[in-house]
């Protein structure tokens, strides 16, 4: 691993490090020290120097393994040479313009060529954007005001689609409730969105009935983090997409993250076709993105030349380096790759089931495509309740997650992650040992 060291220790925790020096500076500017919530760590985080295939290197000069390459987006690790090559040609030749590129269409035809669901494509800046696109083009679609989501599901921060983000409760009737993630939204909003018990198919057709004439749109993830990576029922979400259909809600997927786990996302693995998608992460090859794609009909809403029902404009939008870093990413992204970083994967989850094994730990991993979860327990996934972890088994996750990171592997404190194509058999044997390693020093 290069001349950087991958020595055991967390360098970044000793008194004086690099990285208590930077957060001391950053608590003056940064509200506790942190702009982005996901990457808060007490005391506070390892600060990053630099990355290189798939290794990240911190401030204090130790590697680790990424494996989890910026949540998920780099598909192929740090500072891909064919990646660097094409923005770097495009930055000599300007990065920002009030005038269109040929380099939004070339990615648009990628995406449409391999997304089901994909005949019409619009570009945003982040998946948040993707996901409040692909509402308002169902509201503009349906003239309707009201969305349906599912309890416990993350999309991003725009107000409607975080509505119980946070697990909520059930109500008087046993249904979830629609409730605040971020204190002081307007009851109105939580008055528009129906929250829906994900894979339970009689409580979401009974819910949806109720409302068939209020929804616009079904928001989705196929495949959740917050269901521990456990893809939705086949069965029932091509119950979902006759219901919609037949109530003329149109049904949008979330595949910001699930693109990743197939050449055509989870929409092309399931076999079920919404009429949106919003997308993000790797279609950017590293650099600021989201999007939305569907068909033609619906994504007609956005055409200027009549209207547009949707207004959607955004001074980014399309920026021809993240066009072009997107291009690059995908052609890399062959069906021959897609097939080795799932098998690679099929291998580290094995690795991960033997050693719990080992160590006497009822667990499983779940996931598809280059995307795996950990989970320290033999639950059913399919449901949030048995999803979501169990206080003690936090606790222990994040004790093997401070351990991994001692031990030169970086993964999420759930130990949720993905693989990138620089990554081969090393990365998941280094990973396998480190795990069994965690798992030794944090039992008992
Ligand atoms: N949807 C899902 C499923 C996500 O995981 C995320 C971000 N992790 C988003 C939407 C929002 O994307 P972004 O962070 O690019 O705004």
Redesign the pocket.
């Known amino acids: 691993m290069a001349s950087e060291t991958r020595a055991s220790g967390n360098a970044f925790l000793e008194t004086g490090s690099a990285s208590a020096r930077i957060f001391e500076r950053a608590r003056h500017v940064l509200p506790g020290g942190n702009t982005r919530t996901t990457l808060y760590m007490a005391p506070y985080p390892p600060y990053a120097a630099h990355g290189r295939g798939s290794v990240i290197v911190d401030v204090e000069g130790q590697a680790r393994y990424d494996f989890l390459n910026n949540?998920t987006a780099l598909i192929h690790g740090h500072a891909d040479p064919d990646i660097n090559a094409a923005v770097i040609d495009q930055l000599a030749g300007g990065v920002a313009f009030a005038m269109p590129t040929e380099q939004e269409v070339a990615l648009a035809e990628v995406l449409a060529e391999r997304i089901p669901s994909v005949e019409r494509v619009r570009f945003t800046n982040?998946?948040?954007e993707a996901?409040m696109m692909a509402i308002k083009a169902a509201r503009a679609f349906t003239g309707r005001p009201m969305i349906a989501k599912f309890n416990g599901c993350?999309?991003?921060s725009y107000d409607f689609a975080e509505v119980s983000t946070k697990p909520a409760p059930a109500g008087p009737h046993g249904d979830p409730l629609s409730v605040a993630y971020s204190v002081g939204t307007p009851q109105a909003v939580l008055d528009s969105v129906v929250v829906l018990p994900y894979n339970d198919l009689e409580a979401t057709e009974r819910l949806l009935t109720a409302h068939r004439g209020e929804l616009a749109a079904v928001l989705i993830?196929p495949m959740p983090?917050s269901m521990g990576l456990h893809a939705a029922d086949r069965t029932f979400l091509s119950r979902l997409r006759e219901i919609t259909r037949a109530y003329g809600i149109v049904l949008i997927f979330?595949e910001?993250?699930s693109l990743r786990a197939d050449r055509g996302g989870m929409q092309a693995v399931l076999g079920v076709t919404p009429d949106l998608t919003?997308m993000?992460?790797i279609i950017g090859g590293g650099f600021p993105i989201?999007g939305l794609g569907g068909s033609a009909e619906v994504m007609a809403v956005f055409d200027p030349s009549t209207g547009p029902r949707a207004p959607h404009g955004g001074t980014f939008n399309a920026n021809p380096v993240s066009m072009v870093a997107g291009l690059v990413a995908m052609q890399k992204m062959t069906d021959d790759e897609f097939d080795r970083l799932a098998h690679l994967t099929g291998q580290l989850q094995a690795g991960f089931e033997e050693v719990m094994t080992e160590a006497g730990i009822e667990g499983q991993t779940a996931g598809h495509g280059s995307l795996f979860h950990v989970h320290l327990h033999r639950r059913p996934l399919a449901t949030y309740t048995n999803a979501f972890p169990r206080p003690q088994e936090t606790t222990r996750l994040d004790a093997v997650y401070r351990t991994l990171l001692a031990h030169g592997i970086f993964v999420t404190p759930t130990l949720f992650g993905c693989l990138s194509t620089p990554m081969g058999v090393a990365e998941v044997e280094s990973f396998v040992d480190a795990f069994a390693t965690a798992l030794h020093e944090t039992g008992g």
């Open positions: 949540y982040s998946g948040t996901v993350y999309h991003g993830d983090r979330d910001v993250i919003a993000g992460k989201g």
